[in-house]
Structure formats: structure tokens, C-alpha cells
């Protein structure tokens, strides 16, 4: 990741909004019917989706050319509409990862034994994480692993998206997918700034879809030794019952950006002029 280019941080200055002033007894049931029924199916549910980072719960649509739009609040409300069930999707295939190292979590806690099937998924997740696979599988290292194996919240990743893409207007976003500025250093692989300093060799990722950027976003915030505060920000707010916002986790970001603490302000100022926590609740 890097700082936007100036031509994408004058975008953002021109999107800043100003500040704003700030069931039944059915649908009761059928959430509680939902909920245990859920449980039955999950496991269903698991084999026919891969959960651990190549599947789609349904297909990510192209992004729209969002420079063509002239209305600024226009271009902000279509971008804000795409990007956030984007990101609900992806958050969604990690739940159901993440549910099934807490059914084998719960499982153990009774003495149940791990089975083959789920040692492999156990062993699968670790590899795609960051763990190694070859430890052996008890509840302090699931508890490790959910650490990382979480969801990010949606209001994060619209006003990241919004600050590194320029609300989608940027070269990256346009012509190769990519929201947060990500990086990959093999020459050739992905497309050259033009602001780049000599002697860097880094290009700018290309992704075929924003759900694949959005996948690997996710992934360097749960995985990278220099997100761990975010990490166990959000570990805090599970073990105290509360919802896991972005504007909380924001303060985990130091390092996402040179411009460190300027940026967590700037992250969270999106939030909360346009209002996107309430996608968090």
C-alpha cells in the first residue's frame, strides 16, 4: 500500500462531504427458525462452497466508469451502493470458515475428538493464514486462528476503498480493479504509478474482478504482522459482546499509510460523514 497520488488525493478533497446532523412478533420467529436451521445446514452449506478464499457467494459485478458521472454525491452514492455488498459478500465466505473452527472449537471443548475431514479443513486454513500446518490441533490454536479468520467491517472497506481509489475514479481502479492501492513486486505483473521513486520496483496490483481485490484486501489486513493491532482490536470488541465498527478499528491502520495517524483520521472522517457504520450493525 502507499499514500494516494496527488491526483487521486485531489478527487478525494472534492467527494469530502460536510458533516451532517447525525420487528415483529413474525419476523421474530423466522429469524429464530433461521438461526437453527442454520446451524443444521452449515455443514451443507461448507461442502459446496469453498471457504477458503477461491469461492464467490454469487458473482462480483464490473465496477461502472465513475469519473463519467459529474454529480459528485451521485458518484459517492453509486460508488458506496456497489462497493458495500461487494464487501458483505466477501465477509460472509469468512463467517462460514469461521463458524466451522467454532463448531470443532466447540467440539473439543466437550472432548470431542477432531476428525479427518475436519483435521484437513483445520490444516487447509492454517496454510491460508499464515500458520503452520503441522502443530497439533487444540483450542488455543483455533483461538489463534480466529484471530485472524474474521470479517472486516463494511464501513472499513468502503471508505478505504473510497480514499485509495479516489472513489473509484483512479487509473488502478479503472483498468485493473484494484481499490486499496495494493502492491505486487514481480515485474511485469502488474501496472507501473507513474509516481513511483526511483529505484522502487513495486507495481500496483491487477485483479479480474473488485471482489478478487476486495478478497485480497481482507486478506493482508488479517494475515500482515503490520495490521496485528487492528487484529486484536477486533478480538477485544468479540470478547466484549460489541459490533466490530470501522471506525474502531480504524486506530489499527498506523501503518497501512506513510501518513499514518493523518490517514486513520481521514479513514474515519469517511465513515462518519457518509455514514457508513451503519452497514456495521
Known amino acids: 500500500m502507499f499514500p494516494?497520488?496527488?491526483?487521486?488525493?485531489?478527487?478525494?478533497?472534492?467527494?469530502?462531504?460536510?458533516?451532517?446532523?447525525?420487528?415483529?412478533?413474525?419476523?421474530?420467529a423466522i429469524d429464530v427458525a433461521r438461526r437453527r436451521w442454520r446451524q443444521f445446514a452449515l455443514w451443507g452449506a461448507i461442502a459446496t462452497v469453498a471457504v477458503i478464499g477461491t469461492s464467490?457467494?454469487?458473482?462480483?459485478?464490473?465496477?461502472?466508469?465513475?469519473g463519467a458521472i459529474d454529480d459528485p454525491a451521485e458518484r459517492k452514492a453509486l460508488f458506496?451502493?456497489?462497493v458495500a455488498p461487494m464487501a458483505g459478500k466477501v465477509n460472509r465466505e469468512i463467517e462460514l470458515t469461521r463458524e466451522r473452527l467454532l463448531i470443532i472449537d466447540a467440539g473439543l471443548a466437550t472432548g470431542r475428538p477432531v476428525g479427518p475431514v475436519q483435521r484437513n479443513f483445520v490444516r487447509a486454513v492454517a496454510r491460508r493464514y499464515g500458520f503452520d500446518d503441522d502443530r497439533e490441533?487444540?483450542?488455543?490454536?483455533?483461538?489463534?486462528?480466529?484471530?485472524?479468520?474474521?470479517?472486516?467491517?463494511?464501513?472499513?472497506?468502503?471508505?478505504?476503498?473510497?480514499?485509495?481509489?479516489?472513489?473509484?475514479?483512479?487509473?488502478?481502479?479503472?483498468?485493473?480493479n484494484n481499490l486499496f492501492g495494493m502492491r505486487v513486486?514481480?515485474?511485469?505483473?502488474?501496472?507501473?504509478?507513474?509516481?513511483r521513486a526511483p529505484?522502487?520496483?513495486?507495481?500496483?496490483?491487477?485483479?479480474?474482478?473488485?471482489?478478487?481485490?476486495?478478497?485480497?484486501?481482507?486478506?493482508?489486513?488479517n494475515?500482515?504482522?503490520?495490521?496485528?493491532?487492528?487484529?486484536?482490536?477486533?478480538?477485544?470488541?468479540?470478547?466484549?459482546?460489541?459490533?466490530?465498527?470501522?471506525?474502531?478499528?480504524?486506530?489499527?491502520?498506523l501503518h497501512y499509510s506513510e501518513q499514518g495517524a493523518e490517514y486513520v483520521g481521514q479513514v474515519k472522517?469517511?465513515?462518519s460523514y457518509n455514514e457508513l457504520g451503519k452497514f456495521d450493525r
Open 4 to 28: 494516494p497520488s496527488q491526483e487521486n488525493r485531489d478527487v478525494i478533497a472534492a467527494f469530502q462531504p460536510d458533516a451532517g446532523p447525525t420487528g415483529s412478533r413474525f419476523h421474530r
Open 56 to 66: 464467490k457467494l454469487g458473482e462480483f459485478e464490473d465496477l461502472p466508469d465513475f
Open 80 to 82: 458506496i451502493s456497489r
Open 137 to 176: 490441533i487444540n483450542r488455543e490454536w483455533l483461538r489463534e486462528m480466529l484471530a485472524r479468520v474474521d470479517v472486516v467491517p463494511v464501513s472499513l472497506v468502503v471508505a478505504q476503498a473510497a480514499i485509495e481509489s479516489g472513489w473509484g475514479t483512479s487509473r488502478f481502479a479503472r483498468h485493473g
Open 185 to 195: 513486486y514481480d515485474a511485469g505483473e502488474g501496472m507501473v504509478p507513474r509516481e
Open 199 to 221: 529505484g522502487e520496483e513495486f507495481e500496483v496490483a491487477v485483479y479480474d474482478d473488485p471482489g478478487e481485490a476486495i478478497r485480497s484486501y481482507v486478506h493482508n489486513l
Open 223 to 253: 494475515t500482515h504482522a503490520r495490521y496485528r493491532d487492528l487484529r486484536e482490536l477486533r478480538a477485544q470488541l468479540r470478547r466484549a459482546g460489541a459490533v466490530i465498527d470501522g471506525e474502531r478499528l480504524a486506530d489499527g491502520l
Open 269 to 271: 472522517s469517511v465513515i
